[in-house]
Every structure is written in C-alpha cells, then in structure tokens.
C-alpha cells in the first residue's frame, strides 16, 4: 500500500500530504535587519531639559512668604486667610501648573541635601528666637517680625535655589535630564 493521496482534489501547499517522519515544509521567514545591541534603544519620550525642570522663580516668592508666615502672622494676625489662600494656590499651581516638576521635587525630598535645608531653616527659626530670648531681645514690634520675615524669605528662597542648581547638575550627570 502506497501513502500517497489521490489526485481527484486540488489541494493548497499547506494540505499536502506529509510522509511519515518528515516535517511539512514551511515558507521561509523574511530576514529583518538585526538590532544592534551596543546602540541604547531610543525612548519614546526625550528627555527633559534643564530649563523644563527648573522651577520658576515665582515659585520660589511662594515659599519665601510661606517659610516667613510664622512672623508675618505675628506682625499682622488678621493676615491668616491671605496666608491660607496663598498656601492653597502654591499646592494647587504644584500638582497642576508644575506637574512635570513633581518628579524633581519628590527626587529633591529624597535627597539627604534636602532634608538638611528643610532641617536648617527649621533651626534657625528657632533657634534665632530662642537665642533672641536668652539675650533679652523680644520680637515685640511689626517692624522687627517684618524683618525676621524677610530675613527667613531670604535665606529659604537662596537655600532652596541652591538645592535646586545642585539637583538639576546631578541629574544631568546621571543621564535623567539633558543640560
């Protein structure tokens, strides 16, 4: 008895028969051209410049009159719901108008540069005052909180750009931002 099939049908390439112990032929696959694996894949996105992660400067005026609160509010205390409006506006400008940058502030919080700023101001502000009291200097007029005020603004404002001129040099070191 012979395998082969009758020639009554037609039959396609794919219906051939197939002897016993022999695989169907199958057409051969178009050869693409190789990936070479030394070369970096682009990414879909490219990367951020520095001047797409930088934060405004009016950014920086936000947090200058937020870390002087505590002695504008001394100096005016019918100023709290200004206060309050202005922190609602650097929260909501933060997670709208600056979302890009969401990335670099939660990658400048994690830096031990960061923590060290936010524990500095912190240390000053109280430790100015307590240093005030032992000397036997009270803040008692607007004048002078008004002053400390601008002073904390000062020093926060300069702080926080510096933190920031360090980050962005740091991650354009890294890769993660172009110059």
Do not use: C
Request: proline share 8%; aromatic share 6%; no cysteine.
């Amino acid at each position: 008895m012979s395998s082969t099939a009758s020639t009554a049908l037609p039959q396609t390439d794919a219906e051939q028969p197939v002897a016993t112990g022999q695989l169907p032929t199958a057409e051969p696959i178009p050869s693409a051209e190789p990936i070479p694996s030394a070369e970096p894949i682009p990414s879909a996105e490219p990367l951020p410049t520095v001047a797409e992660m930088r934060l405004p400067t009016w950014f920086f005026g936000f947090e200058g009159t937020l870390a002087g609160a505590y002695d504008i509010l001394h100096a005016f205390p019918t100023a709290w719901p200004v206060l309050l409006v202005l922190l609602a506006t650097n929260l909501a400008v933060a997670f709208t108008v600056m979302r890009k940058r969401l990335k670099l502030a939660k990658m400048l919080w994690r830096g031990k540069g960061t923590r060290k700023v936010a524990f500095m101001l912190l240390g000053l502000r109280l430790g100015s005052h307590a240093l005030l009291a032992v000397i036997g200097i009270a803040l008692t007029s607007a004048l002078v909180h008004v002053l400390f005020a601008l002073v904390m603004a000062a020093v926060t404002v300069s702080l926080l750009a510096y933190t920031q001129k360090t980050a962005l040099r740091a991650l354009v070191e890294a890769g993660k931002i172009t110059a």
